[in-house]
């Protein structure tokens, strides 16, 4: 992976993102993750500054304000947002940047960065998407609703993304992601 990039992971909450995302990291160290902003509380086991930076709405607000985020969102009910400065430096420097973010937000980076490569990760059905959720045992019924909610208007919006991949089998939704970052013209 030589050339700075930016790499956007989009998909329904629950999908997966974050275990490909996991598994990505293993695999090539040399990719940046970007840690998001959020004023969502910490799950059990989340740590803040790792999973995480935990923030109120008013410093969130603030950080809007100071044009400290690169792109934000509200989703079910609360602010995300990526910090702009880190990413620009690590970019700078040649590394590809990883954004695990929602629709929203990825609609902002394509209009402030075009040349970022774009994927969409879809779930094998709804169904097993509610399973997902609810098997992942880290959030309560309102928020895996507000999830579910938000998770069809997501999936319409797949083929605006340069690349969609299914995430059925981890394994194989893995080497579709591992094949879209070390193409040549990408990572
Ligand atoms: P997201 O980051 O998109 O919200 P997670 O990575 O937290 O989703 O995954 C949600 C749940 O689904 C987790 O319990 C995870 O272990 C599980 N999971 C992820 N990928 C698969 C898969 N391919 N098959 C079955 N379960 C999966
Ligand atoms: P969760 O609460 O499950 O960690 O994340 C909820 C949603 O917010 C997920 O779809 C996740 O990709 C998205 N998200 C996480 N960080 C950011 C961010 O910095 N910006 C935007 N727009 N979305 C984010």
Redesign the pocket.
Known sequence: MAKGRLIVLT?P????????VKALLQHHPDLYLSVSVTTRAPRVGELDGKNYYFVNRSQFERMVANGELLEWAEFAGNYYGTPRLSVEQQIQQGRCVLLEIELEGARQIRRTFPSALRIF?LPPSMAELEH??R??GQDSDTAIVRRLQRAQAEIDAANEFDIQIV????EK?LRHVEAALLSPVNC
Do not use: Q
């Open positions: 998909g909450s629950g999908v997966g993102k974050g275990t490909i990760i997902r959720l098997s992942r995430n059925d089998d981890l939704a």
